[in-house]
């Protein structure tokens, strides 16, 4: 191999580890956002949870009340 040809592909691998190391940290930005975000969903959900159980319960506690107030009557 010539001096040209390895200084060719030395070149071509350095642009090529070059588009690595810019992908990883595009990736590694993307995935910091992603995981944010998850943790910002999880906490939607818990709180949404949250709001469901209590709906029930007032539910639950409501047909319990009619259903006294039918059997009173």
Same mark, same amino acid.
């Given at each position: 191999?010539? @001096?040209?040809?390895? &200084? *060719?592909?030395?070149?071509?691998?350095?642009? #090529?580890?070059? !588009?690595? +190391? @810019?992908?990883?940290? &595009? *990736?590694?930005?993307?995935?910091?956002?992603? #995981?944010?975000? !998850?943790? +910002?969903?999880?906490?939607?959900?818990?709180?949404?949870?949250?709001?469901?159980?209590?709906?029930?319960?007032?539910?639950?506690?409501?047909?319990?009340?009619?259903?006294?107030?039918?059997?009173?009557?």
């Amino acid at each position: 191999m010539t @001096e040209t040809h390895l &200084s *060719l592909e030395l070149k071509d691998f350095e642009g #090529k580890l070059d !588009q690595l +190391i @810019e992908q990883y940290h &595009s *990736l590694k930005i993307e995935n910091s956002s992603l #995981k944010t975000k !998850q943790e +910002i969903l999880i906490q939607e959900k818990a709180k949404l949870l949250e709001k469901t159980d209590l709906a029930r319960t007032r539910v639950e506690s409501m047909i319990t009340h009619l259903k006294a107030m039918e059997h009173d009557s």
